[in-house]
């Protein structure tokens, strides 16, 4: 397979992942009922609430493997987007872009571990 074959498989199977996460993710919220309910009502198309959120889990680590390989294979467009942008300076931000989404997710972790 060529490498835009490769591509389009990948941006069909991310945008497949994307979606069933986003649905699953809207049922959980919307659809399934949970807290201090009965446990029978927690039930759709006869799956629990807690294996639609098993399911929502593998999904989004899935969604987050297909997107490190999306980055991979478009490396080349990245570097030549960012110089275009930012010439002789797009390592610097390319180094500060991911610099900084290391501290947002580090902020996040924290907020959630308070």
Known sequence: MK???WKYLLDTLLFVDLC???AIGLLLAFVIPSGRVPDTSKF???LHRH???DIHLV???????????HVWLN?????????GYFGERWKKVL????????IVL???WMVVKL
């Open 20 to 22: 069933s996460v986003a």
């Open 51 to 53: 294996e639609w959120g």
């Open 106 to 108: 580090f902020l996040a």
């Open 3 to 5: 490498k835009n074959d």
């Open 95 to 102: 180094w500060t872009l991911a610099g900084a989404w290391l």
């Open 59 to 69: 999904l989004a680590f899935l969604l987050l493997g297909l997107l490190v390989l």
């Open 44 to 46: 759709f198309m006869g």
């Open 75 to 83: 490396w080349t467009w990245v570097v030549n987007s960012t110089k």
